[in-house]
């Protein structure tokens, strides 16, 4: 019994590492996000400010026209790079983290198959079907998640072009 609660005990500490990388890579995603938008929010209101200061010295409504569209396209390319900064922080990160996952359900699955393995092998009834059976549930589930990663990737990749073309 000591062999086989060590086992669970190794894959048990193995999960908490991982989860512990993962609450890193998110706290520092965030980060990443928060900086971002702070930054972003200086600047539109640093130019806001110019911007005010310019159109009360305006001299003719064509002039402060020109000012106000001037302004709202600035702006607006600010906004747009910052969510595509902002897409690609989480396309970067979610690669990332889908990388990690793989390996963890890679590794993961491994090791429970194993010790499953060991601890059918102590029981009288061992039965090859089932561990077949739990061998491909677990392959499904990697495969399923790869897909679902690959998927989403492409849509952040996607979303990311759709903006830089909507700058040009």
């Known amino acids: 019994m000591a062999i086989k609660q060590e086992q669970f005990n190794e894959i048990q500490k193995k999960n908490f590492e991982a989860a512990m990388r993962l609450a890193q890579m998110s706290i520092e995603n965030s980060q990443r996000i928060m900086e971002l938008q702070v930054a972003t929010a200086k600047s539109l209101f640093e130019e806001g400010v110019q911007n005010a200061k ?23 390319e600010k906004m747009l790079a910052c969510a595509r900064e902002m897409a690609e922080l989480a396309s970067r990160t979610q690669a990332e983290v889908g990388k990690l996952v793989g390996e963890q359900l890679s590794t993961g699955s491994k090791d429970v198959f194993e010790s499953m393995q060991k601890m059918f092998s102590g029981m009288p009834i061992t039965d090859q079907n089932a561990m077949s059976a739990i061998q ?7 495969a399923a998640f790869e897909q679902m990663t690959r998927a989403s990737t492409e849509a952040f990749q996607l979303f990311t072009q759709q903006t830089g073309k909507g700058k040009k």
């Open 54 to 76: 310019a159109l009360s010295s305006a001299k003719d409504p064509k002039e402060v026209l020109e000012l106000r569209s001037q302004y709202t396209q600035s702006a607006t």
């Open 136 to 142: 491909n549930a677990m392959d499904t589930t990697r």
